[in-house]
């Protein structure tokens, strides 16, 4: 490429070009259609792919924000109960039944291995598809969510 006189080293770039709308151009890959089926989503149609990523991200920052705050207090509340628990166990106020905590929790592993060898409730089918099928339909919104969500945890 050489300079011209129209500025530094253009080369032949006076013809015009096409804007390529990349939501529109995803839908007609097959890849796309095989993996999120024909139809992207009703916030597809209706807003641009920076607006769906903007409001994905700022919703899961706001919400990663939250989420670690509310996170580190509850962690503070219980090991501070548990802490003031083994005080008051260690000075006398509180004494423990050790052999009724073996038979409670004799009786909670049972209970676990007879709920292992049963399905998975069909309510919780039936949400893990309306999930999945919410995230199918919005990929750039829920993917804008989690971008966001993980830098609202580490903020």
Not at 68 to 84: D, E, H, I
Not at 126 to 136: L, Q
């Amino acid at each position: 490429m050489r300079a011209n006189s129209r500025g530094p080293i253009l080369g032949n770039f006076d013809r015009s070009f096409e804007a390529l709308d990349l939501a529109e151009f995803a839908k007609k890959q097959p890849w796309w259609r095989k993996l999120f089926g024909q139809e992207s989503g009703p916030s597809a149609e209706k807003y641009s792919v920076a607006t769906q990523l903007l409001i994905g991200g700022v919703t899961g920052w706001c919400t990663g924000f939250i989420f670690q705050k509310v996170g580190k207090l509850a962690a503070t509340a219980v090991g501070g109960g548990f802490f003031l628990l083994q005080i008051a166990n260690h000075t006398g106020y509180i004494k423990v039944d050790w052999q009724r905590v073996e038979k409670d929790m004799k009786k909670a592993k049972e209970q676990l291995k007879i709920r292992k060898n049963n399905q998975i409730p069909t309510e919780v089918k039936s949400k893990a598809e309306e999930v999945v099928s919410f995230v199918k339909k919005n990929v750039l919104v829920t993917g804008g969510f989690f971008g966001g969500f993980l830098l609202g945890m580490a903020s």
